[in-house]
């Protein structure tokens, strides 16, 4: 996993957050503390690996699934966020 696609995790991330407060299953305060760690982990370049990812999103109460899609032309990995 390359840097780009380490920030969209993290981006990814966050918007869940944004879709689970809005659907009312996050408190503010919740929200507040988890898209903080979010943005501080974006600005300080996260580096690590897809095991640090998976950490740290446990962390904040979601699990990464990877899958694959595979094509004829290509082999695609898409990232699935969801709630722990």
């Known amino acids: 996993m390359n840097n780009q696609e ?5 981006v990814s991330i966050g ?6 407060y809005s659907d009312d299953k996050l408190l503010e305060d919740e929200y507040l503390i988890k898209i903080y760690k979010v943005k501080k982990e974006i600005n ?3 580096v690590g690996k897809m095991k640090d990812l998976k ?3 446990n962390d904040l109460g979601y699990v990464l699934i990877k899958t694959s899609s595979f ?5 695609a990995e898409r990232i699935k966020i969801n709630k722990n």
């Open 6 to 10: 380490k920030i969209e995790v993290l």
């Open 15 to 20: 918007e869940k957050l944004w879709e689970d």
């Open 44 to 46: 300080n370049s996260f």
């Open 55 to 57: 950490l740290f999103a």
């Open 71 to 75: 094509t004829i032309i290509q082999n």
